[in-house]
């Protein structure tokens, strides 16, 4: 869709027409005059991202622009609009990111036919927000078109019709069974998972990953989940927060059941996914990994990892060099180790992989992995404070060197292929902060 900027979409999401006839409904009979303001609220963990994200391939042929915005913080969503602005035909730019976002709203505002996504949008609400900024610099005051928010929030009665609140509307047992059991078989026991973790499309999906992966009938996985939940009956308040008590117990326990396998099968996935998890979640480059392995990694395990696959690249380049083979695949050995610790953790549903082929760009900075937040918390929840401070250390040593300018150039001269939208969040005292060091695309 020329002029617009959707995320790629997921190929596992279950549809729910409830939901999507739920939103079609609200829009339909919002009477605001401008913009219309609809917002899709839920736990964490019920599934509001993929759910708008589907609402936008499934309605491209009704809106003529759709816009994604990551909606977390300042930074991510001033990212987010000179992405949307360099799509527009003609294209916008500017230096400033604030006079960026004013452009933005002016086009939206003398334009009609668009679909607006803040995604995670949880300091927003309907006209009375506790923090009148952030609705007054981002969003459109004017304009024919439809901002939609996916929020924890959870608002009063004032503009009922123009909130689709998702924990009022639980999945049926058909689809949770398909989002679970995917090609697996059902030995008489899914059911008793689907319910045991409340219904939450997080969790279920994790657990058919899981499964898929594993060989692992229903019956077995019950058991595996029954000796790791009591471990998790009062997980951290910020989990509460997000989702409460009964769901942050769910994703704790499903998450510690992968972690446990993927630990014993690739230690070099474990570490990664601990490293993505101190990062802004969505569109973690490959490369940051691939490029400062050894110094964001430093078990003993691991570095003997990469030094067996840097003895195999030496040899297959020997060969080359001699003639024994025509091609030297794989000599990057950091690269290709990486690659399939990365596609391990999305084989589990514990990350979602964007490829260079995926984004038909053949841009390194392309290869990309996002995490849900939920399973973040979880990650983080078991790493012990000295831990963190040591991980936070070695990841800001590796983004500070790979934001480094290059022949006296400064950091604003910085080709495109660099970090974009990174995160790295400082360790206090009590727990990891949520408050991060926003790492500009240069």
Not at 62 to 90: C, G, H, N, R, V
């Amino acid at each position: 869709m020329p002029g617009s900027y959707i995320i790629l979409k997921n190929p596992r999401f279950v549809v729910r027409l409830d939901i999507f006839e739920e939103l079609d409904h609200a829009i339909q009979d919002n009477e605001n005059k401008g913009p219309k303001l609809i917002a899709l609220s839920g736990l964490g963990g019920m599934g509001k991202s993929q759910i708008a994200l589907e609402f936008c391939y499934r309605n491209q042929d009704y809106y003529q622009y759709i816009f994604w915005m990551e909606a977390d913080t300042d930074a991510a969503l001033q990212s987010s609009f000179k992405t949307a602005a360099e799509k527009l035909d003609p294209p916008i730019f500017a230096e400033n990111p604030a006079d960026i976002v004013r452009r933005m709203l002016e086009w939206f505002e003398k334009n009609s036919g668009w679909l607006l996504v803040f995604d995670n949008a949880d300091d927003y609400t309907l006209n009375s927000t506790s923090n009148g900024r952030l609705q007054r610099d981002y969003f459109p005051r004017s304009g024919r078109g439809v901002i939609l928010m996916t929020t924890r929030l959870n608002y009063g009665t004032g503009q009922k019709k123009s909130v689709v609140d998702l924990n009022e509307i639980q999945m049926d047992d058909s689809t949770a069974l398909k989002l679970l059991l995917r090609e697996n078989v059902d030995d008489g026991n899914a059911l008793e998972i689907v319910k045991l973790l409340g219904y939450l499309p997080l969790a279920l999906d994790l657990t058919g990953a899981f499964m898929e992966i594993e060989k692992c009938t229903p019956t077995e996985f019950l058991r595996k989940y029954e000796n790791k939940s009591e471990a998790y009956l009062n997980p951290a308040n910020y989990v509460q927060e997000r989702m409460g008590k009964d769901g942050g117990k769910t994703v704790f326990t499903v998450w510690e059941v992968s972690f446990d396998r993927i630990k014993n099968k690739d230690p070099l996935a474990a570490s990664l996914i601990q490293s993505i998890a101190f990062l802004y979640p969505d569109n973690i480059p490959l490369a940051l990994f691939e490029n400062h392995a050894q110094t964001i990694f430093v078990d003993k395990t691991i570095s003997s990892i990469f030094k067996r696959a840097a003895k195999r690249a030496a040899q297959l380049m020997a060969d080359y060099s001699v003639g024994r083979q025509t091609t030297p695949k794989d000599s990057n050995s950091n690269v290709q180790t990486t690659i399939g610790a990365a596609q391990m953790l999305a084989d589990y549903s514990l990350v979602r992989r964007t490829t260079r082929k995926d984004s038909e760009q053949d841009d390194p900075g392309k290869d990309t992995l996002s995490i849900h937040r939920l399973v973040q918390a979880a990650i983080l929840s078991k790493i012990k404070l000295p831990e963190k401070k040591e991980m936070s250390k070695r990841l800001l040593s590796a983004l500070f060197h790979e934001m480094k300018p290059k022949n006296e150039r400064s950091v604003e001269a910085r080709p495109a292929q660099l970090l974009e939208g990174a995160h790295v969040s400082a360790p206090t005292d009590r727990r990891l902060s949520y408050k991060s060091t926003f790492v500009r695309r240069c």
